[in-house]
């Protein structure tokens, strides 16, 4: 196992570019399976490998170029003072990139799916807020720390990591109304 992560390290030391895109397409193509299969429980009969072609389609083109590259610009962001560069970084992350990638995010699935730009338009909007706040509750701190120790060319890994968790809420939100997710029967009075 040692011997593995030593050579991932070195991999996404020479290659981060190419590194981050394959990490995104396989952590987002995790996140949709485990939507479908681990809480939509379809069955791999019923599995939609398109949806899942999307989201990694969304991750390893989309995704995974505009925050690596994004990633270098706010590592130039100095680090003179540890908590005041954080915040800075983290905030500009948080509050100026989320909104746009998380907005990009609901547009390309939606327009992936070989529906109008009036519709994602219209999905975007609705998902937006619920979809930050989420984001928010969990990328605050794990940027904060990021952005803080973790070397550059690990930092979109990171993200991907916990990004498994998130891409299963995404596509659960993305595919609303694409789903019939039954809901709890209400209990009986005793």
């Known amino acids: 196992m040692a011997s593995l992560l030593r050579s991932y390290g070195s991999f996404m030391t020479r290659r ?3 590194g981050n895109i394959v990490s995104a397409v396989a952590l987002f193509g995790a996140g949709d399976v485990i939507a ?8 791999w009969s019923k599995h939609d490998w398109a949806r899942t072609g999307r989201i990694v389609t969304w991750g ?21 003072n540890m908590v005041k560069g954080t915040a800075i970084r983290v ?4 509050f ?30 609705k998902n937006i807020w ?3 706040k989420v984001n928010w509750s969990l ?3 794990v940027q904060a720390i990021n952005q803080s120790v ?19 809420f995404l596509s659960l939100q993305n595919a609303k109304g694409d789903v019939n997710v039954p809901s709890p029967k209400p209990s009986s009075a005793r």
Not at 91 to 94: E, F, H, I, R
Request: a positive charge; aromatic letters at 12%; charged letters at 15%.
């Open 16 to 18: 981060p570019f190419l």
């Open 36 to 43: 479908q299969q681990a809480v939509e429980k379809k069955g």
């Open 60 to 80: 390893g083109v989309f995704f995974a170029p505009a925050v690596t590259a994004w990633f270098q610009v706010l590592n130039k962001v100095p680090m003179t």
């Open 91 to 94: 905030g500009l992350d948080q």
């Open 96 to 125: 100026v990139a989320a909104p746009i990638v998380l907005s990009c995010f609901y547009t390309v699935m939606t327009l992936l799916e070989g529906k109008d730009l009036a519709t994602a338009k219209e999905k975007a909007e």
């Open 130 to 132: 619920p979809t930050l």
């Open 139 to 141: 990328f605050v701190p």
């Open 150 to 168: 973790v070397p550059l060319h690990y930092r979109l890994v990171v993200i991907n990591v916990v990004n498994l968790f998130f891409n299963t």
